[in-house]
């Protein structure tokens, strides 16, 4: 933290400070992971604690009008920094917003585009794949019903996670969308306009659809996983019977 930062850039001094001290404290995440490896896992580990640590380290910098603005600065490029991931995000933005008015101009000028947020209840994070997985196909399978496929036309879709208030070991997935709809969606008096409990319903159910897919395909992979491990205890089961029988054939167990 610099300790002067917040009394000449008060606008944004503190949120400043406030991501180099994330960016601090995963470097020592990364640290304390490398110290469990080996080899050129520990090195590889380490550089990478290294770089996230010195990640706008220095900056090359004016301030005016209370607020810091950086000319020049040196980033590490990591996928978990909060430093990198904010330019990233703002880099994405932008090509979204250079390249969304000649999409629609492709199909019809006229068309509008809806922002909205999806999630779920908050999981724990060693599930964070599962759900992932999940949402995506939750997600396409909701795009893909009547109601929504006569009026979307496509549109960007991303990911964000936080954690924020949701606890020591969960997290907070959700989806960022934002969609071309046809025309004739708007005004929300329309025949084609969908409403806010209608996209909550639906999201529920292909939720619920999509989850109660993936825990039929893990029971299943679990049941043949089962039924090798039986095969091969059978295949053992009936060597010692055909040699005991041999040795002895009063008994056999």
Partial sequence: KVPFLSEYADKNGDRLNERKSKSVRLSGV???I????GGNAFEAMKKRAGRVYGCALKRECSI????LMTHHVQRCKDRNCVECNRVRSFSLQQKIRDITPALIAETNASDALIFGTLTIKNPPVKDLKICLKVM???FARMLARKEFKRVSKGGFRCFE???GEAGDDLCHPHIHFLLQVVKEYFPTTSELYIKNETWAEAWTDCLDLEFKK???EEEKKHLKSLEKANVKDKGGLEDFIK???EN??????
């Fill in 30 to 32: 990364y640290y304390k």
């Fill in 34 to 37: 490398a110290e469990s490896l």
């Fill in 64 to 67: 005016a009008d209370g607020y």
């Fill in 136 to 138: 995506s196909k939750a």
């Fill in 161 to 163: 996670i936080t954690r």
């Fill in 214 to 216: 993936h825990n039929e």
């Fill in 243 to 245: 040699n005991t029988t």
């Fill in 248 to 253: 002895n054939k009063k008994t056999y167990v």
